[in-house]
């Protein structure tokens, strides 16, 4: 079936704009994770979803980030004001758990972002 | 805390050599371990993944990797390798009861010809 999918894939915004960032999960995949790559860096977690259920938003950098899964399936991240240390590629994933067994996490191609 | 480390930041090798990657981990309890391969450009490529069981878990491509619970280490290997597994890889710890991953930094490979 389809993989994790992301859009956009490339977003340039001016400092100070409001961006958003679109990730499609697996589908049925319950967990959904979103990451932050920095240029030559592993990716460092930013956010948990259990369906709808935002349970672990431990690493947003900050109040201007803030991400939804309203429906339990698509995800948007938001970005308030962007500054250039937003300047990232933001990566989706989505995994599944059945009988104890977890299937992914899958990653999408992720969405990067520059801020000028 | 929970952490990853990937002590070798570059490596190279040889087409047709042998391929040993490091990996090792801090956490309080068996957790899960991946490793993800990460072209330029792509996204994470999930290899392989170790749960429970067999220490030695074979994965896509023909990497393999073990995990050696005395060492707290989950090495990846590939006994010839391409041109094309030249990348960035990654190793990473999930510790499920949190719903976290926790990727260390990265290890880039180059294949000379």
């Known amino acids: 079936g389809a993989g994790v999918s992301q859009s956009p894939r490339y977003k340039v915004a001016k400092r100070g704009q409001d961006v958003a960032l679109r990730c499609d999960p697996i589908?049925?995949?319950?967990?959904l994770f979103w990451y932050q790559q920095a240029l030559g860096q592993g990716p460092e977690f930013l956010t948990y979803?259990?369906?709808?259920?935002?349970?672990?938003k431990s690493g947003l950098p900050s109040d201007r980030f803030f991400a939804e899964r309203p429906e339990g399936s698509v995800s948007t991240l938001k970005i308030q004001r962007t500054q250039q240390e937003d300047s990232a590629v933001y990566l989706c994933?989505?995994?599944?758990?059945?009988?104890?067994?977890?299937?992914?996490?899958?990653f999408g191609p992720g969405t990067r972002l520059t801020v000028l | 805390a929970q952490s990853v480390t990937q002590p070798d930041i570059h490596i190279t090798v040889s087409e047709g050599a042998s391929l040993e990657l490091r990996c090792n981990y801090s956490?309080?309890?068996?957790?899960?371990l991946f490793w993800y391969v990460q072209s330029p450009g792509q996204g994470l490529q999930l290899l392989l993944k170790?749960?429970?069981?067999?220490?030695l878990v074979q994965g896509i491509k023909g990497f393999e990797a073990e995990f050696k619970r005395s060492q707290s280490s989950f090495n990846l290997r590939k006994p010839s390798v391409h041109w094309s597994d030249a990348a960035e890889y990654f190793c990473?710890?999930?510790?499920?009861?949190?719903?976290?991953?926790?990727f260390g930094t990265g290890t880039s490979l180059t294949v000379i010809p």
């Open positions: 994933a989505s995994s599944l758990t059945i009988a104890g067994v977890v299937r992914g996490p899958f």
């Open positions: 589908s049925g995949h319950v967990s």
């Open positions: 979803f259990q369906n709808e259920a935002q349970l672990d």
């Open positions: 956490y309080g309890a068996t957790p899960y």
């Open positions: 170790y749960f429970s069981g067999d220490t």
């Open positions: 990473a710890v999930g510790v499920f009861t949190g719903n976290q991953f926790y």
